[in-house]
């Protein structure tokens, strides 16, 4: 099953076991739904608009690309950050980074073009790609390596090739690409370009920048490559997915950049989308500095890692994002998913990702419900050694 049914089959079955034997008594970790509080100064933002601002404007239309004094606010608060040089007419806020990436696929695709991204991959990007008549080419790991697979990567570039996507912090592995890392893929790229004779556009698909641990920095993609369209979304920042706001730039450097704006905001009207919601317009342009309390994720990915690596389990260690990759100790994994089900734990298995032969686990939940699974998850890694000697013993006899 593809890998955007998985999540949904399983969040599915935690929500029939949880009416069976109780919420409290089901652990899931199937979707990434933040739970971490919203700030404050969202808060104060929506009450602030709603009191002082003209009804008319914060609910009626605008620019299909978005309220002026938005997108001003956005280019400028990224030419602080990052050092880049654009301005209200390089940004389409849009509906989500989801939302953009669409309007992107739409803008890009001809038929049968070819866009890459790297195993493992945010599922939806095929339906993304294909629902656009494109073709989605997945760049292989290499062996339990989940760096960038740049040979393969540079080989797999065709005429067709039109975009690479690349998500970073990576979901589902929680890994974070290198700035020497991307160094190397801006450089394949640049060389792919000359040998093809047309762009090859990096989109920078960043939902999680703002979830790095340990003191790590995500590198700012469009500073090492010309040809980088950014999208971001404050689903996971600011912890209101449900709002659907985000945004597209595209800088003056990028080839037939203003064509390609002007085109995705034509692309929004025609999609449905006609222009982002526009309270949320207001708000997150009153919130560009802000975002969650970082330490409510990072308790729960600590105390995920360390119980689990210490019952046996084989983890990826995350270092952003919320999402903890574990390699499932059988090599039948549906055998593996069913002893998981007996302990009413609920994984989603990442062969729709990219990656078989693990599973996701989504710690976007309060620390309690870690704590109450971990008697489960101890359950569970017994269940697995008795499954592989009852199958030894079989195979023996």
């Not at 982002?276 to 409510?296: E, N, R, T």
């Amino acid at each position: 099953m593809a890998g955007n049914s998985v999540i949904r089959k399983m969040f599915e079955m935690g929500q029939e076991m949880a009416k069976n034997y109780g919420k409290d008594q089901v652990y899931d970790f199937s979707l990434g739904n933040p739970v971490a509080p919203v700030p404050y100064e969202v808060k104060n933002a929506i009450i602030s608009l709603l009191e002082n601002q003209d009804p008319h404007e914060i609910h009626g239309y605008m620019k299909n690309a978005g309220f002026d004094d938005v997108r001003t606010q956005v280019a400028e608060h990224l030419n602080s950050r990052f050092g880049q040089n654009y301005h209200k007419d390089n940004i389409l806020l849009c509906a989500g980074a989801a939302g953009g990436l669409n309007i992107l696929m739409r803008c890009l695709l001809d038929e049968e073009d070819e866009v890459l991204c790297f195993a493992p991959y945010f599922t939806e990007y095929k339906s993304y790609v294909s629902h656009y008549k494109g073709k989605l080419v997945v760049v292989p790991m290499k062996a339990d390596d989940f760096s960038l697979n740049l040979d393969a990567a540079e080989r797999m570039i065709r005429q067709r090739t039109k975009a690479v996507i690349l998500n970073n912090p990576n979901n589902p592995s929680g890994i974070i690409y290198s700035e020497e890392e991307l160094l190397l893929l801006t450089k394949m790229l640049k060389e792919a370009e000359e040998r093809v004779g047309h762009p090859i556009y990096l989109i920078c698909d960043e939902p999680y920048r703002e979830l790095a641990y340990d003191g790590r920095e995500v590198p700012y993609l469009p500073n090492l490559y010309r040809n980088s369209i950014y999208l971001y979304s404050f689903s996971k920042t600011l912890s209101i997915p449900g709002e659907r706001i985000g945004y597209m730039a595209i800088s003056d450097a990028v080839e037939d950049g203003e064509l390609l704006m002007q085109a995705a905001i034509i692309a929004g009207r025609t999609l449905g989308f006609v222009n982002a919601p526009s309270l949320f317009q207001k708000v997150i342009g009153q919130c560009l500095d802000v975002k969650i309390d970082l330490g409510f994720y990072d308790r729960n990915r600590k105390l995920l890692y360390t119980e689990l690596t210490e019952m046996g389990f084989t983890c990826v260690p995350p270092q952003g994002a919320f999402y903890l990759l574990v390699k499932s100790p059988l090599e039948d994994t549906e055998s593996f998913v069913k002893l998981a089900e007996k302990q009413h734990i609920i994984l989603v298995p990442t062969d729709g990702f990219g990656l078989p032969g693990y599973f996701r686990l989504a710690y976007c939940v309060p620390y309690e419900k870690i704590e109450a699974s971990l008697p489960a998850f101890r359950a569970l890694a017994e269940d697995c050694r008795n499954w592989k000697s009852d199958k030894e013993a079989e195979e023996e006899g």
